[in-house]
């Protein structure tokens, strides 16, 4: 009895996916299809409203859903820096960057006198 009730419920959750990727297709022929800009948009925002909480309604729905959730508790724990601190570790990248373009340019320029030199071209 349990493995026939697994199959119901697969073919449920097909079904509701398949519903969801439909809603998904028909807002965006819809909104190639319609001329005007605004029932365009309108069609195509119904329907990811649509698709998005026929989704929640399946397990996966429901597995995102609860990922979704945990990101958001894991990004308040998050200590940002501060406006200071970015400002000072943008400038020490910048000027990393610098320094290290120079010393590649220098170090090309070396290479090619040394290139010239060892097949006679710079003399």
Same mark, same amino acid.
Do not use: H
């Given at each position: 009895?349990?493995?026939?009730?697994?199959?119901?419920?697969?073919?449920?959750?097909?079904?509701?996916?398949?519903?969801?990727?439909?809603?998904?297709?028909?807002?965006?022929?819809?909104?190639?299809?319609? =001329?005007?800009?605004?029932?365009?948009?309108?069609?195509?925002?119904?329907?990811?409203?649509?698709?998005?909480?026929?989704?929640?309604?399946? =397990?996966?729905?429901?597995?995102?859903?609860?990922?979704?959730?945990?990101?958001?508790?894991?990004?308040?724990?998050?200590?940002?820096?501060?406006?200071? =601190?970015?400002?000072? #570790?943008?400038?020490?990248?910048?000027?990393?960057?610098?320094?290290?373009?120079?010393?590649?340019?220098?170090?090309?320029?070396?290479?090619?006198?040394? #290139?010239?030199?060892? #097949?006679?071209?710079?003399?």
């Amino acid at each position: 009895m349990d493995i026939k009730q697994s199959d119901q419920n697969n073919l449920i959750e097909i079904i509701k996916l398949s519903g969801v990727l439909g809603v998904f297709l028909v807002g965006m022929i819809g909104f190639y299809y319609l =001329e005007s800009g605004l029932y365009s948009a309108i069609l195509l925002l119904i329907s990811f409203i649509l698709g998005i909480l026929l989704l929640f309604q399946t =397990e996966r729905g429901r597995l995102l859903k609860s990922f979704i959730e945990g990101s958001r508790v894991e990004l308040r724990k998050v200590v940002w820096p501060t406006r200071e =601190e970015t400002i000072q #570790t943008t400038i020490m990248v910048l000027i990393f960057a610098m320094i290290m373009g120079i010393f590649f340019w220098l170090l090309d320029m070396f290479l090619l006198w040394l #290139t010239r030199f060892l #097949t006679g071209q710079g003399v």
